[in-house]
């Protein structure tokens, strides 16, 4: 699976629009990009994934530049409960997810 | 409806013994997986189960660690002869099949503690 680079840590002003960016230059074209968040104490929980269009759903948004090399996370109006660790992955299929160490977003008042 | 449990929450063991951690997934979920996640870590791969088949087992750091889903439902990992740098928390998560539209739902963990 390909790997994944992330900034260690983001801070955001709750309220406003976190964007998480993750490069992944040697993703293969049958690869997904996925999107899990760990808040501290629990589990990881999944957030979005995509191929190569833009996705949206109820939680975020996921921006993948055209030549996949890289991809955004958006969080459009973080709160205090966004504050987490969130791994970027990419992956052909589920059965084993590689993590890496993620991005810790501190989301504050 | 209720999500993937696992138990005990915390286990506290010395060096040498033997442990137990139980996963119980989502209803239906076909997928079961097992991670460890060190202190400051993401979480690290150690076997994957579709049923009560094994499929994959190559994350299991050493031969002490035994993984086993007999029925194809609740699954335990176990730990013979632990050590300290088994220290860690072990999440299971579970899925309704394997592929890429298939997310993955992680219970809390279990954190064991070997001194």
């Known amino acids: 699976d390909a790997k994944t680079t992330q900034p260690t840590s983001m801070d955001c002003a709750e309220g406003r629009a976190a964007n998480l960016p993750c490069n992944h230059s040697?993703?293969?074209?049958?690869?997904?990009v996925y999107w899990y968040r760990q808040i501290h104490s629990q589990g990881p929980q999944y957030i979005i994934h995509?191929?190569?269009n833009n996705e949206t759903n109820e939680m975020a948004s996921l921006i993948i530049t055209e030549d996949r090399k890289s991809s955004t996370l958006i969080l459009p109006h973080a709160t205090l409960r966004d504050t987490a660790v969130y791994y970027c992955i990419v992956s052909a299929n589920t059965d084993k997810l590689i993590f890496g160490t993620g991005t810790r977003l501190q989301v504050f008042p | 409806g209720a999500g993937v449990s696992q138990s005990p929450r915390y286990k506290v063991a010395k060096r040498g013994q033997d442990v137990a951690l139980r996963c119980d997934p989502i209803?239906?979920?076909?997928?079961l997986f097992w991670y460890q996640q060190a202190l400051g870590q993401g979480p690290e791969f150690l076997t994957y189960f579709q049923n009560e088949a094994q499929l994959d087992k190559s994350g299991l750091p050493s031969d002490r660690f035994f993984a086993e889903r007999p029925e194809g439902s609740v699954s335990t990992l176990k730990i013979q002869r632990t050590q300290q740098e088994d220290s860690a928390v072990y999440l299971c998560?579970?899925?309704?099949?394997?592929?890429?539209?298939?997310?993955?739902?992680f219970g809390p963990g279990t954190r064991l503690t070997v001194t």
């Open positions: 040697t993703i293969s074209g049958n690869e997904y």
């Open positions: 995509g191929l190569k």
């Open positions: 998560a579970s899925s309704l099949a394997l592929g890429a539209y298939y997310e993955q739902y």
């Open positions: 209803s239906g979920h076909v997928s």
